[in-house]
Each structure stands twice: as C-alpha cells, then as structure tokens.
C-alpha cells in the first residue's frame, strides 16, 4: 500500500501544470480486500492525485494541506459522494467549498440503488415465509439498467416491475429521482426534488426513507438545486469513479 501512496502522490508533484480545478474524490477497496482507500483525481480519467490509506477527514485534510493557498483557491469543482469525512475536509479547506462541492448523479444512484436492495431482501424473506418465491433470483433486474437487459429479462421485469411487490414500489421511486436529472432549469429542479422528498418520505419503506432524508440533507449539493453559477462538473467525468480508479491502483 505504502509504494501505491508514493507512486500517486509523485503525480502531482512531478506535474507542474496539474489541473486541480475539478477533482473528485471517492473511495474504494484495495485489490478487492475490505480495506478502504481514499483516491483524489483530477478532471482528466485515469489521473490519480493522491491516494490515502483510509477513509477518514484526517486523510483528505493531510492532501489539501499540501496544496498552495493558489491551488486551493483555483478548485472550481469537487465532486465526490455524500461520506461526511470528504464533505468536513473540503468545507475545512477549500475556499467557498459549499458552493464547490458536487454530489454527481452516480452517488445518488447508488445510495438509492442500495435502498432498493435493502427492500428487496426485506421482502423476500417476508415471502419466502408464505411460501412465495415471487423476487427469488431478482436481485440483479432491479439493479440492471434497462439497456442493459435481454428481451427475455425485459418480459420478466415487466412484470416484477408492474406488481404490487413493495420493490416495485421502491424501484418506481428510485427511477422517478433519475429523472430529475434532465431538469436543468434551476427552479423547476428544486421543485422537483422537494416533490420528489414529499412521495419518498410518505413511501412507508424505511429504507427508501433513510436514503430520501440523506438526499434532502445533500441537496445543497446537487448541481441542479443550487447555485446557477459554478458547479460545472465536466460532462462525463467522475461518473463511475470506483471503476475508474481501480485500474489506477
């Protein structure tokens, strides 16, 4: 781990011109072990500022204050997911970071991916006690981008998807946050959010709920809720960053 760290880190020291004005910073397991790995990137895919032996603020923190005051005050964008250690670190030392920040569309995808999931296997224990196999071998229709699926797993999740199951209900919320993605006007985003808050909370799942109140205590952070100026993620970076980034440990 301590010769990945270095070998990273030289980037940034060797690059002179590195672009450190949209960074993303995410986390994920090394060499598939479940020990975590805080990696730092820049805008351009496959470039690795830094690598951290954990998850912690202290580990973020130690990077940034490596950086010159013109460095943190050139960072136009950091976009990451919505682990309070990344979000402390950057508030702390980043210049106007709330305005900076960016919780991208992959993170809420799988923060309500995994909601999904969690109701997934709450009710096919609930059924498997009737004596139902209704979401038996499912797991991965619910997960799978359309796209993605044969014709012959498109018959079938039709009509999962179109059940009374509960994780339809819950896959039918998810899907309905995915789609405020395309609202780019900034008053018709944050009203759509608000509403989609609203359903989410009454949903009577108390997963889908946990990650509804995780959304709306981030939607400072989500591009399209605030801040018509700034944010400017570039399009197409960082969206699948622990894909990305395990090729580069």
């Known amino acids: 781990m301590g010769s990945c760290s270095v070998r ?27 020990t975590y790995v805080t990696i730092v990137s820049d805008a351009k895919p496959g470039t690795v500022l ?15 204050a490596g950086l010159t005051v013109e460095l943190l ?16 670190a950057t508030l702390e030392h980043v210049p106007e970071a709330q305005r900076k920040v960016v919780f991208g569309k992959f993170h809420v995808v799988k923060s309500l991916g995994a909601a999904v999931d969690k109701v997934r296997r709450q009710e096919h224990r609930a059924l498997m006690k009737e004596g139902r196999d209704d979401l038996k071998g499912t797991k991965y229709d619910w997960l799978t981008h359309s796209a993605n699926k044969s014709a012959k797993q498109q018959v ?26 395309h609202r780019v006007h900034r008053p ?61 440990l």
Not at 50 to 62: A, I, M, N, W, Y
Not at 73 to 88: F, K
Not at 221 to 231: L, W
């Open 8 to 34: 990273c880190n030289a980037v940034l020291r060797a690059d002179k011109e590195c672009d450190v004005a949209h960074i993303g910073e995410d986390e994920t397991s090394f060499r598939k072990r479940h």
């Open 73 to 88: 005050e050139g960072i136009e964008s950091v976009s990451m997911d919505m682990w309070p250690a990344y979000i402390n």
């Open 156 to 181: 079938r999740f039709e009509q999962l998807r179109t059940s009374t199951l509960k994780t339809a209900r819950a896959w039918a919320i998810k899907e309905a946050a995915m789609q405020l993605w």
């Open 50 to 64: 830094h690598v951290g032996e954990d998850r912690k603020k202290e580990t973020l923190s130690q990077w940034y």
């Open 188 to 248: 018709w985003a944050r009203e759509g959010w608000e509403r989609w808050l609203s359903w989410a909370m009454r949903c009577r799942l108390e997963p889908v709920k946990a990650a509804a109140r995780t959304i709306k205590n981030h939607l400072w952070g989500i591009p399209q809720c605030d801040h018509p100026e700034g944010k400017q993620w570039p399009r197409g970076k960082h969206q699948q960053p622990d894909q990305n980034n395990q090729s580069a």
